[in-house]
């Protein structure tokens, strides 16, 4: 599975973007998606998952209520909608899957997309 982000951009503080994760391949319907995110000389964090038929999602704390998940397995996509943006969400995305249940570990997603960097101005 191939994974690719895209969306990211400048935008002001309690302004709105989305970010896209378009996928190859012909797995990615039974694939549960996450968003991860990696500030400015910070590790890489965990923002949220979605199940793979979305029957399910998880949000960091950080982020509930202001960020949504979804998918449209019938375009092999996943999506980040991320509302309320402060300068804290300033980071580059990733979107990654894997084969198992919803979890905010990293090291357990097998596919990796490069990266869409988000720059939130005050």
């Known amino acids: 599975v191939q994974l690719q982000a895209s969306g990211g951009g400048l935008v002001q503080a309690g302004g709105s973007l989305r970010l896209s994760c378009a996928a190859s391949g012909d797995t990615f319907s039974r694939l549960t998606v996450g968003w991860f995110r990696q500030p400015p000389g910070k590790e890489r964090e965990f923002v949220a998952a979605i199940s793979w038929i979305a029957s399910a999602t998880y949000y960091a704390n950080s982020v509930k209520g202001r960020f949504t998940i979804s998918r449209d397995n019938t375009k092999n996509a996943a999506y980040l909608q991320m509302n309320s943006l402060t300068p804290d969400d300033t980071a580059v995305y990733y979107c990654?899957?894997?084969?198992?249940?919803?979890?905010?570990?990293?090291?357990?997603?097998?596919?990796w997309g490069q990266g869409t960097l988000v720059t939130v101005s005050s």
């Open positions: 990654a899957s894997r084969t198992g249940s919803l979890t905010s570990n990293r090291d357990n997603y097998n596919y």
